[in-house]
């Protein structure tokens, strides 16, 4: 069982940045792949970025590609995403997410686990 929990949600002005960072419990972290999702009103959850394992291997969406970065601290069972040059579009609730398997081509796929979420707010 992994429990995944988000912080480091706010509101920021576009241009700026935030940290998103999801603690993880249970002794199995590392084998897992790792992800951030995120949700808008009215749209669908769409994975925003992922990282392997072991960290070696990155996908990021394209809307995102050049402003955010993802990590992956394994003594620390953490997954971070750094989001820099922000945008009024970026606005939505962003999601830690764990799974089964990692491709370069669409992210993260096979969710085992889910965190509740935290709000990133981005004001014109």
């Known amino acids: 069982q992994v429990q995944l929990v988000e912080s480091g949600g706010g509101l920021v002005q576009t241009g700026g940045s935030l940290r998103l960072s999801c603690a993880a419990s249970?002794?199995?972290?590392?084998?897992?792949?790792m992800g951030w999702f995120r949700q808008a009103p009215g749209k669908e959850r769409a994975v925003v970025a992922a990282?392997?394992?072991?960290?070696?291997?990155?996908y990021y969406a394209d809307s995102v590609k050049g402003r955010f970065t993802i990590s992956k601290d394994n003594a620390k069972n953490t997954v971070y995403l750094q989001m820099n040059s922000l945008k009024p579009e970026d606005t939505a609730v962003y999601y830690c997410?764990?799974?089964?398997?990692?491709?370069?081509?669409?992210?993260?796929?096979?969710?085992?686990?889910w965190g509740k979420g935290t709000l990133v707010t981005v004001s014109s």
């Open positions: 997410a764990a799974g089964n398997y990692y491709k370069d081509s669409s992210g993260l796929g096979g969710i085992n686990y």
């Open positions: 249970g002794r199995t972290f590392n084998s897992y792949n």
């Open positions: 990282i392997s394992w072991s960290g070696s291997s990155t």
